[in-house]
């Protein structure tokens, strides 16, 4: 079975900062991952898919990059809005199997 | 809009029967897989299993397997997942989501919170 590690597992930042959340897969999984956003007492929201790709309606101060085993989400200048806990997800293209991150949360 | 929405929070005692459910609107329930997620306290997301409504394909993480049962109901764009016998270790927030075009989960319900407790 893949299993996916984010590290650091606790970040701490400032307004302004840029921040890079980093997940690793146990093998390569091409471009297979995605990135969610989760704010205490509410649902995990799509931020990035196919690694890179930007979900519609999410600031372009999000953005994905990596492939086969070693990925990173970066905000480049955080918002009080984007203090959160962030999911790495990795997809099975051919069969619709999900396996995840263990999260990272992002505090002040 | 899409949406999905989830039945309200439960509370029930180990050994007994549950089934929750999740209500698609705003897109073609039976074209989408529905995947479900639990999030215990303070913990992570596990990926449970998910449905294809068309047909009733299902696939369940192998550590869940035999744990759960997922099912569909595409004339009531609605679907399921059920324990039949609950225990403790059972708590926890339950999600439903659907599965993208691009394989990731674009849309989630709110959750539904099932407490098991004597």
């Known amino acids: 079975d893949i299993q996916m590690t984010q590290s650091p597992s606790t970040l701490s930042a400032s307004i302004g900062d840029r921040v890079t959340i980093t997940c690793r897969a146990s093998?390569?999984?091409?471009?297979?991952l995605a990135w969610y956003q989760q704010k205490p007492g509410k649902a995990p929201k799509l931020l990035i898919y196919?690694?890179?790709s930007l979900e519609s309606g999410v600031p372009s101060r999000f953005s994905g990059s990596g492939s086969g085993t070693a990925f990173t989400l970066t905000i480049s200048s955080l918002q009080p809005d984007d203090f959160a806990t962030y999911y790495c997800?990795?997809?099975?293209?051919?069969?619709?199997?999900?396996?995840f991150g263990q999260g990272t949360k992002l505090e002040i | 809009e899409v949406q999905l929405v989830q039945s309200g929070g439960e509370v029930r005692e180990p050994g007994e029967s549950l089934k929750i459910s999740c209500t698609a609107s705003?897109?073609?329930?039976?074209?989408?897989?529905i995947a479900w997620l639990r999030q215990m306290p303070e913990k992570g997301l596990e990926w449970l299993g998910i449905?294809?409504?068309?047909?009733?394909?299902?696939r369940y993480s192998p550590s869940f397997q035999g744990q759960v049962t997922i099912s569909a109901d595409k004339s009531i764009s609605t679907a399921y997942l059920q324990w039949s016998s609950l225990k403790a270790s059972d708590t926890a927030i339950y999600y439903c989501?659907?599965?993208?075009?691009?394989?990731?989960?674009?849309?989630w319900g709110q959750g539904t919170l099932v407490t098991v407790s004597s």
């Open positions: 705003g897109y073609s329930f039976s074209n989408y897989w």
């Open positions: 989501a659907r599965r993208s075009d691009g394989r990731s989960l674009d849309y």
């Open positions: 196919t690694a890179s």
């Open positions: 093998q390569s999984i091409s471009r297979w």
């Open positions: 449905i294809y409504p068309t047909d009733s394909d299902t």
């Open positions: 997800q990795h997809y099975n293209n051919y069969s619709p199997t999900y396996t």
